[in-house]
């Protein structure tokens, strides 16, 4: 069996997806694969795999993998492609998007930039105190999946890959965590490194991105908007009305075709 694909990354987050949209599930191991797309020097490479399908209450459905074949709830990356996606192909300016976290809005700020903005809806602390892990102390937040935020006076290189599986660890959280190392910059701007649950370090984080960003205006430290440096690129956080927005750029790499 043969399945249409086509690749797109949001700051080097990138994703293989699949267009399902009036067509059935493929009766496979979905996890299986995502673990066989996603390896980066025996596969197509990815940090999973996102499927794009009908919904009964919004324009799509969408459901993403992780590189470790894990379902994930929500992607602000590959929430952003989706949403472009979707607007291309129905002429629309605003999509809406299914997921497990709820239903959220997409929004073409400038088509020739490729610039997607998305309502990601409230976030929350997951619980009020800040708790210290491995030396890190830092706060747990959901933005409809959980973090881990650790604001530092300075970020190594190499801090997610040594320290994220640390935190992203069973002994502390059983269905593990996305990691966010902090740097702030200025009052709108801070730097952040990412350990991503089911795909490790990251070039970059939607979601985590949003996290941080919330994390630190609701500790006084930062003010809406916000421009979050990854190592794939910038994106802007605003927090308005208590709903958090994430704009950046994505882009369309290839497409092509995998065997089943």
């Not at 990356?77 to 997409?106: M, N, Q, W």
Request: net charge neutral; proline share 3%; glycine share 8%.
């Amino acid at each position: 069996m043969k399945l249409d694909f086509f690749k797109m990354q949001a700051q080097g987050n990138d994703y293989i997806y699949f267009d399902l949209l009036n067509k059935q599930i493929p009766k496979i191991d979905l996890s299986e694969l995502a673990i066989k797309l996603s390896k980066r020097n025996f596969g197509i490479g990815s940090d999973g795999i996102v499927l794009i399908l009908n919904s009964k209450i919004c324009d799509a459905k969408m459901r993403m993998f992780n590189a470790d074949g894990s379902e994930g709830k929500m992607c602000g990356s590959a929430l952003r492609c989706v949403s472009y996606y979707l607007a291309k192909r129905s002429d629309k300016p605003e999509v809406s998007v299914e997921t497990c976290a709820g239903s959220k809005i997409g929004l073409i700020k400038d088509r020739k930039k490729n610039l997607v903005s998305i309502d990601l809806g409230i976030p929350e602390f997951i619980q009020n105190d800040e708790i210290t892990i491995n030396e890190h102390r830092g706060n747990l937040v959901s933005v409809g999946n959980p973090h881990f935020v650790t604001f530092m006076k300075s970020l190594s290189d190499n801090i997610a890959k040594y320290q994220g599986p640390i935190i992203d660890s069973p002994a502390f959280f059983p269905d593990g965590i996305n990691v966010e190392f902090v740097k702030i910059l200025n009052k709108n701007e801070i730097e952040i490194k990412v350990w991503e649950r089911g795909s490790g370090v990251t070039l970059a984080c939607g979601t985590g991105a949003c996290a941080a960003t919330f994390c630190g205006i609701k500790k006084n430290i930062l003010i809406s908007p916000v421009n979050v440096q990854m190592p794939g690129g910038n994106v802007i956080v605003e927090l308005k009305e208590n709903h958090v927005f994430l704009t950046g750029e994505v882009s369309h790499v290839y497409e092509g075709c995998v065997e089943l």
